[in-house]
């Protein structure tokens, strides 16, 4: 059997870090394939499982190795209160662009158009799995599968497509953007096959994607309030799409 911290040496260059239980719970939930995972206490880590997570104990039970405290600080960058970290095998580019191309779809797709903050793109991700969204896109430099987003997206990155691409590249379908002069989305019905498009934090869409937008469309807000977070614009959208007739949630 092969020593965990040598395999983690191994694998960690290519693989999707972990960070923490809720992160590993959620990926192999959802079917990553996990090579390594490490804890400093097996005990406290199963104890999770048996109160949070029993559909995966067994599994978890397999997977995770003891190892010391030092130990783990070694592999892990920023070690997490849990105490528990793993490496994922990240999905293919292939099947995930399969799964955006896909038609008919019956849940929309969201688009981070140059995000810049690595902890909201994690919590867009964690919404969109929630409402069981086709996927996220980004677009620009941020790297979505970063660990950093991984962790804000607490694992939920294997439930969903994630993939980042050009604006050219984009899935098709009417493409809806979220911007202040866009109508009253109160009115507006998104279909399952929307494409809905989010600017970044600071400067909003891009004029390249605001060329290819089919619909402006724009959050109810206060006069003299600049703007919601993104996550929060996102989660307003998708939940404004599931209440007005979106494709039910899997029980």
């Known amino acids: 059997m092969t020593d965990p911290v040598t395999l983690w040496r191994e694998r960690a260059g290519s693989a999707v870090l972990l960070d923490g239980f809720h992160a590993l719970k959620h990926a192999v939930r959802f079917g990553a394939e996990v090579p390594v995972a ?15 997570a029993p559909d995966v104990r067994d599994a978890l039970d397999v997977l995770l190795t003891e190892v010391p405290e030092r130990t783990y600080a070694s592999v892990v960058p920023r070690p997490h209160p849990t105490a ?24 929309p797709v969201v ?17 969109a799995a929630g409402f069981g969204a086709t996927g996220v896109v980004t677009t620009g430099t941020l790297d979505p599968w970063h660990p950093t987003v991984v962790r804000g997206g607490a694992g939920l990155h294997f439930a969903t497509v994630v993939e980042r691409l050009t604006v050219a590249e984009l899935p098709s379908g009417p493409l809806f953007a979220l911007d202040p002069e866009g109508e009253d989305i109160r009115g507006v019905k998104l279909p399952d096959d929307a494409v809905l498009a989010f ?10 994607l605001r060329a290819r937008t089919d619909h402006l469309v724009a959050l109810p807000m206060r006069p003299q309030v600049s703007s919601y977070n993104l996550a929060t614009s996102v989660a307003m959208t998708l939940y404004h799409w ?8 899997d029980s």
């Not at 490490?38 to 949070?52: G, H, N, Q, S």
């Not at 990240?90 to 008919?104: F, H, V």
């Not at 600017?199 to 390249?208: D, I, K, T």
């Open 84 to 107: 528990v970290a793993a490496l994922a095998v990240r999905p293919s580019r292939e099947a995930g662009l399969r799964a955006l191309a896909r038609t008919p779809r019956t849940a």
């Open 38 to 52: 490490v804890t400093t206490d097996r005990r406290a880590a199963l104890a999770l499982a048996d109160e949070l």
């Open 111 to 127: 688009v981070l158009d140059n995000p810049r903050n690595l902890g909201n793109a994690g919590a867009v991700i964690r919404l």
């Open 199 to 208: 600017g970044s934090e600071r400067s909003g869409l891009s004029a390249e």
């Open 242 to 249: 599931s209440a007005t007739g979106g494709a039910p949630l």
